[in-house]
């Protein structure tokens, strides 16, 4: 308020010297052009008072004891070699909870730690809220999206904030693929780089340009403080009726699409942010689209190896920390509707067994109507997680799933082993991109 009030009588004075020097008017002239000035200033004043009180309430917003003017850039460490990141993480492990290792297999938007409905509340602030859920919740990252960036200096202050009131080291997460998803580059405030639709890019072949290409995608969002990418789209386009997918995939033939994904996984890498290859097992031949119903595609297993899994086994020979599992089901593989993102075969037989992925896998987004048509956000979550997945992406309530999750825990269900399984290659990850420094041997005590 007391901002709206300076504004407003600067923009009051500087109309006066306007109006005078201006039109040169004479001093009576201008007396009765004073009064008109005042009336003007009074209508903008209200409608100041006005927007100031749509713009929400900011009593909420979680404010530090001192807060910089100029915000600096997050500050991400120097990573370790995968074998010291293993020990390390091995060792922090000794250090946590199992309320902190549960809630390690969680990475939210910002809507699930503030769930406040708010028409005027666009989750772009750290509030006092999202602090008391991260310290119940004690989550393994989060996830923004276009309405949560505004400007450059707004979106490293969220994500300071965020990563000062963690216990543990934060996934700062989004989707950059290039193209017509592009959260940052999107916005014109943010001053990135735009590029073309990966489908313009794939037509070229120039795996330098694709290099340089996450290479400056990575730097970029680095800037702000962004640690993990889900890119790149590693799908192989077969199907003209893909909508889901469409211009996002780098196209049709797999060897051209796998030079591509590695090409994009390199590039990002090196640049110290992790790539997440999605989705598999391959949805480029699908026609349906599952953020709104459930999608099966009709593969076998041989088709799957002869097209859709090559981009994927080159991101993964390329390094990609992640694999980002898709909710399509194939039937004729796993000879049931489940969804990839709770299928044992897909995700520990073929992924990690046939296909030799080590890292990170992670869901699609667990509030698609794919999944919320048929099972509840406890279903889902403990599906996942049996099914082998180590992190699920957006449950439709977190309450709900970190209680499943944690229940199975206690309960037996889900085994020690298991979890520590999971929890290992999450942290050894986050060391290894330095998101926790090599010095930390346990989660930081808050006050």
């Known amino acids: ?73 997050p500050v991400q460490a120097e990573g370790l070699s995968r074998d010291e990141a293993i020990q390390a993480a091995a060792a922090y492990m000794e250090n946590m909870t199992v309320e902190e290792k549960a809630g390690q297999l969680f990475v939210v938007n910002l809507e699930l730690i503030d769930n406040r409905n708010g028409s005027f509340y666009e989750w772009k602030k750290f509030t006092k809220t999202m602090k008391k859920s ?14 949560n960036i505004a400007n450059r200096k707004q979106t490293k202050k969220l994500i300071n904030r965020l990563q000062k009131n963690s216990s ?39 795996e330098s340009y694709v290099y340089k290409m996450g290479q400056t995608i990575a730097s970029e969002i680095k800037e702000l403080g962004f640690n993990t990418d ?7 386009r077969t199907s003209e009726l893909n909508l889901e997918i469409g211009s996002r995939s780098f196209g049709g033939e797999p060897d051209k699409v796998a030079k591509m994904v590695s090409a994009f996984v390199k590039g990002m890498q090196q640049q110290n942010i992790s790539a997440a290859l999605k989705h598999f097992p391959g949805q480029g031949s699908s026609s349906g689209d599952t953020h709104i119903e459930s999608v099966n595609i009709d593969s076998s297993i041989t088709s799957l190896r002869k097209n859709d899994f090559v981009p994927f086994e080159a991101g993964i020979e390329a390094g990609a920390d992640f ?105 050894t990850v986050k060391f290894m991109r330095g998101i926790i420094s090599a010095q930390d041997t346990s989660p930081i005590e808050l006050n």
């Open 230 to 236: 889900f890119a790149p789209v590693a799908d192989v």
């Open 1 to 73: 308020m007391r901002h709206c009030l300076d504004s407003l009588l600067k923009m009051k004075n500087n109309f006066k010297r306007y109006w005078v020097f201006a039109y040169g008017i004479r001093k009576d002239l201008f007396m009765k052009k004073h009064m008109f000035i005042k009336i003007i200033c009074s209508i903008i004043f209200c409608m100041c008072l006005m927007g100031c009180a749509i713009t929400g309430d900011n009593s909420d917003v979680y404010m530090p004891e001192k807060s910089p003017e100029t915000e600096e850039t």
């Open 134 to 147: 991260m310290e119940k919740y004690h989550i393994g990252g989060v996830i923004l999206f276009s309405r």
């Open 323 to 427: 694999v980002m599992v898709s909710h399509i089901s194939v039937s004729k593989v796993t000879e049931t509707a489940q969804p990839a993102s709770m299928s044992g075969l897909i995700m520990e037989t073929i992924l990690r067994d046939e296909l030799g992925f080590q890292g990170v896998v992670i869901t699609d987004a667990m509030d698609m109507a794919s999944i919320t048509e048929t099972y509840t956000p406890a279903e889902a979550a403990y599906g996942a997680v049996s099914g082998g997945t180590d992190i699920v992406l957006m449950p439709e309530e977190l309450d709900a799933a970190y209680n499943e999750i944690l229940n199975k825990i206690n309960d037996g269900t889900i085994s020690k082993e298991r979890l520590d399984a999971s929890v290992l290659r999450i942290l």
């Open 168 to 206: 543990i080291p934060l996934f700062i997460t989004v989707d950059e693929e290039g193209g017509d998803v592009s959260r940052i580059a999107g916005n014109e405030k943010m001053k990135t780089t735009v590029f073309p639709s990966m489908e313009e890019i794939g037509k070229k072949e120039d």
